[in-house]
């Protein structure tokens, strides 16, 4: 009994102690203040994980934002770029509209250099032109009782005075002139504005009377020592069996001197009539302005129904391009 109660004696004294010690809280108060305080510790390394989580979230994200607006940035300039472009296109449609083009093909003489600057390039059609040709009349003047003579076979009214641009062999762009038959006409308009687009050149286009000698066989061999390109003469065939096209308009020669009419002589050689043009008997060759089938005047004439005279068997007509007409 006496040592229960030293036992007991000793606990109260012992709890009184600790009592006192902790400020008058109890044992178990403290023992839940440092739960508490262990918690909380716990809690705030939990908190700072995941505060630098989210702080290396944003960082994540601004980087991404900062490459984004980068980007954006890039996409911005070369949208500005665009943008200046077209502005100068503009600007030189713009110019290019209201330009006082000073060139007028129906007043120019054949022959005539034109500068690129007097040429709008945006209307090329207004440069090549077909005309009746009228009795009286200049073009008249010219070719009558020479090139065009009175005739059972074509009539002045089935004939048109062609005018057109092209490059000559300088790469000058020059006034050409040709007269072909009333039918032909909008299409060989039509080829001379594809040949001078693709920059095609050509010596010379006059009417063959500006080289006339007093007959019309005598006249084309001097238009072809000049090297002249041309279309109607009222003439035989080279076989003079027949009329030529030439003499109907529907017929064109082309650069004749690289492009000679080639034919074989008795001894079984091939010739040619022109001093000029021999150089260029031998096709195998190929020199500037010298027609072949793959030519881009082959290409635009046969496009509209002409036949290239270097296509025939036996001799061969390198210059001539011609079409028929069906009766």
Not at 4 to 33: C, H, N, P
Not at 188 to 203: G, P, T
Not at 234 to 250: F, P, Q, V
Request: charged share 25%; glycine share 6%; aromatic share 10%.
């Amino acid at each position: 009994m006496k040592g229960k109660r030293t036992v007991a004696l000793i606990l109260s004294i012992v709890f009184g102690i600790t009592t006192l010690a902790l400020g008058g809280f109890s044992y178990w108060e403290y023992l839940r203040i440092q739960a508490l305080t262990n918690e909380n510790v716990q809690l705030s390394g939990t908190v700072d994980i995941v505060r630098q989580q989210a702080q290396d979230q944003k960082d994540e994200m601004d980087a991404k934002y900062a490459e984004k607006d980068t980007e954006i940035a890039a996409v911005q300039a070369t949208v500005s770029e665009l943008e200046n472009e077209i502005a100068n296109l503009n600007n030189q449609l713009t110019e290019a509209t209201t330009q006082n083009f000073s060139f007028d093909v129906s007043t120019a003489s054949a022959g005539t250099i034109v500068s690129r600057d007097e040429i709008d390039f945006s209307n090329l059609l207004q440069y090549f032109t077909s005309a009746e040709i009228k009795e009286n009349d200049a073009v008249y003047t010219r070719i009558h009782g020479k090139s065009y003579v009175e005739n059972d076979n074509i009539a002045l009214s089935d004939l048109r005075y062609i005018k057109v641009l092209h490059y000559n062999f300088e790469h000058q762009i020059q006034v050409g002139e040709l007269i072909m038959n009333a039918s032909v006409a909008e299409d060989v308009l039509k080829i001379f504005n594809e040949l001078f687009r693709s920059e095609y050149e050509i010596q010379s286009l006059y009417l063959i009377d500006n080289y006339w000698t007093g007959d019309a066989k005598d006249s084309e061999a001097s238009s072809i020592e000049h090297n002249n390109s041309c279309g109607f003469c009222y003439r035989a065939a080279e076989d003079k069996s027949s009329l030529s096209n030439h003499a109907l308009g529907l017929a064109f020669d082309l650069n004749p001197q690289q492009n000679p009419y080639v034919y074989t002589d008795k001894k079984g050689n091939a010739v040619c009539d022109h001093e000029n043009a021999k150089e260029y008997i031998t096709r195998d060759d190929v020199r500037p302005h010298m027609i072949t089938d793959s030519d881009a005047a082959v290409k635009f004439f046969g496009i509209y129904g002409f036949t290239w005279g270097g296509d025939k068997s036996g001799s061969k007509d390198y210059k001539h391009f011609e079409k028929t007409l069906n009766p």
